[in-house]
Every structure is written in structure tokens, then in C-alpha cells.
């Protein structure tokens, strides 16, 4: 975790009892901690609960090389991604960056052992990395759903071209991500 997040992680573990009674005892670690902004790693306080609860994720455990297929995957598809650009094929160039994209994000998932379920998956995954990544790449997360949205309108409503800068964005985005995620 501390390499994903590249800083340290200090934590100590307690059990519920142990931090109540520090806390009587009013122990300067569990009173910085209980004062002091936290980080949350995945959301808030609830949720990883929500989120479980509500269907959208499930446990999983990666079989063998999976995530890390799935990242070699994502960096083949950027490199595909900027070829195409190359040729003139902007709205292919786009959809083979926000391919990309979603492998880099399942594959955040798939590390920290979840999956998406079916339905609105394309969204869990976007939130999911949301939720890994934090505030700091809050610029990626944000292009990354206004591609999804995009492709949306694009299937569904068939409106929206791709522009050569737009898809130079995408790509550019899609290179961060994986940076970002690996």
C-alpha cells in the first residue's frame, strides 16, 4: 500500500475495547488520532460498506499474473492508442484510450481485492479509482468519466466527434492513470 500511495503508512492496530480504554486514559495517540484530519484510503468510513452492500462490488482474488496483465494490457492499448491517433482515426484512438482506462482501473480493483459487479460497472470502476487514487489525481478520475459519459452519448445518441486534441488529452490521461496506478 505504501508504494500505491508512495508515502509511509504508520498505523497501529487495536481492538475496539483497547482504543476505548486509551482513550479514557486519554492517551496522546488516540487523542491526535481522534482529533487530527484523517486520510481514508477507499472512501469514507462507510463506503467500502455501501458499496458491498449495495451490490456494486464483490470480493475477488486475482488468479495468477491477472492484475498485472491487465496493467501490461492497459499500456499496450495506450501505445495502440497513440498509432491510430497517428493515422487520423480519432474516435477509434479515443475508445482504445478509454479502454485502457477501465483495464487500469480493474485492475486497481482486482489488486485491492474486489470486482466489479454487472449493471453500471463502467461507474464502479471510475469511483473505485476515485476512491484509490484520492484528490491528488482528481484531474484523471474526472477525464476519465467524461470519457465514459462520451461513449455514452456516442453508442446511445450518436452524437459527439472526436477532435485531435481531445483525443491527445485521452491518451495523455490514459498514460497518467496507469502511472498513477501502478
Keep these: 500500500m505504501e508504494s500505491l500511495l508512495a508515502r509511509e503508512i504508520n498505523y497501529v492496530s487495536m481492538k475496539k475495547e483497547e482504543f476505548q480504554e486509551e482513550a479514557r486514559k486519554k492517551s496522546p495517540l488516540v487523542l491526535r488520532v481522534l482529533e487530527e484530519p484523517k486520510i481514508f484510503i477507499i472512501g469514507d468510513e462507510d463506503e467500502l460498506r455501501r458499496l458491498l452492500k449495495k ?27 497513440q498509432e491510430i491517433l497517428g493515422l487520423g482515426y480519432y474516435g477509434v484512438s479515443r475508445d482504445t484510450a478509454y479502454e485502457a482506462m477501465l483495464k487500469t482501473g480493474m485492475a486497481l480493483m482486482f489488486h485491492h481485492g474486489f470486482r466489479p459487479e454487472a449493471g453500471s460497472h463502467r461507474l464502479t470502476i471510475i469511483r473505485f479509482a476515485e476512491r484509490i487514487l484520492g484528490s491528488k489525481d482528481r484531474h484523471l478520475i474526472l477525464e476519465f468519466d467524461r470519457l465514459r459519459r462520451s461513449r455514452h452519448q456516442r453508442l446511445y445518441r450518436r452524437k459527439e466527434q472526436a477532435s485531435k486534441s481531445q483525443v491527445q488529452k485521452a491518451v495523455k490521461t490514459a498514460q497518467e492513470l496507469l502511472k498513477a496506478s501502478i
Aim: aromatic letters at 8%; zero cysteines.
Design 55 to 81: 451490490g456494486s462490488i464483490k470480493p475477488f482474488k486475482p488468479v495468477g499474473t491477472q492484475v498485472e496483465d491487465l496493467f501490461a494490457s492497459a499500456e499496450k492499448d495506450i501505445k495502440a492508442s
